[in-house]
C-alpha cells in the first residue's frame, strides 16, 4: 500500500531530475504566406524572436545609417556579445526578404530552457512578423505568434501553419521540437552551435558594410554552406540527446 502511493512522488522525482539540465528548443521558420503588403511590391518581412522578459529590439539598419565606419564594427561586435547565447531575455531576428508577402526563411533558431520544480521558467517563445522600412522609419508590425513552451512536443518533430495574431491575414509555417538536456555538456555544445549560428549571419553583414564582399553569389554560396554544416553538428548532437 505504501509502495502504491509513492508512486506518484517517485515519477515526479524522477521528472525533475531529468530536468535538472533544462529542454533545447529548436525552432525552424520555414515560410509565411498571405502576409499584408506594406509597399507597392509587397513587404520586406523578417522575424524577430523574444525568450524571457526584459528583453531589447536592436535596430541594426538605423544604427548603421548613424556611424561611419570604423564604428561599424564595433557596432556588430558589441552586438554580438550581447546576443550570442540565446538563454532567457534573449531576443534574436532573422534575414529580410525583399519585396514579397510569401517569403520563405528556412532559418534555425534555438533556445535552451531552463525548468524549477518541473515547469519551464520561461513558458513562452514569441515570435513576430516586421516589415523592414528601406527608408529608415520604424519598421511596421505584421502579426505575431506566441508559442507555449509546454505545448511544443518533446522527442519528435512537429510541422504546422500558425495564424499571426493581431493581423488580418498571414500565417508561418514552423517546425519545431524539443528535447530534454540529459547533461551539461550537451547543452553547452547546442549553445556553441546557436552561437556559430548568429556569428555566421553577421559576419557576413559586416563583411558586406566593410565592402569586402564583392562576389554576392558566390560569398551566399560560402555562407550557407558553413551554415549547413553548424546546423549537421545540432541535428547529431539532438539525435545524441534522443538516443539517452
Known sequence: ??????????????????????????????????????????????????????????????????????????????????????????????TARANTVNPVWNEMFGFC???????????????AVYHNRS??????????IHLKIEDIPRNEVATRFCKLEGVGSGEVLLTMQRHPLTSPNLRDILLVGFFFLF???????????????NNDNNNNNNNNNGRSIIIIIITTTLNQICDC
Open 1 to 94: 500500500l505504501l509502495f502504491f502511493f509513492s508512486r506518484p512522488l517517485i515519477r515526479r522525482r524522477f521528472t525533475e531530475e531529468s530536468l535538472q539540465f533544462g529542454d533545447v528548443v529548436i525552432i525552424n521558420i520555414v515560410e509565411a504566406r498571405n502576409l499584408a503588403a506594406k509597399g507597392q511590391q509587397g513587404s520586406n518581412p523578417y522575424c524577430f524572436l523574444t525568450f524571457g522578459t526584459q528583453v531589447k529590439k536592436i535596430k541594426i539598419m538605423d544604427s548603421l545609417k548613424k556611424k561611419k565606419k570604423s564604428c561599424e564594427v564595433f557596432f556588430m561586435l558589441k552586438m554580438l556579445r550581447t546576443k550570442c547565447w540565446q538563454e532567457e531575455g534573449t531576443v534574436v531576428d532573422g
Open 199 to 213: 556569428v555566421y549571419k553577421y559576419a557576413y553583414i559586416i563583411a558586406k558594410q566593410l565592402f569586402i564582399l
Open 135 to 144: 527608408d529608415g522609419g520604424e519598421d511596421v508590425a505584421l502579426g505575431s
Open 113 to 127: 530552457v531552463d525548468f524549477a520544480k518541473g515547469l519551464p521558467k520561461t513558458q513562452a517563445i514569441s515570435i
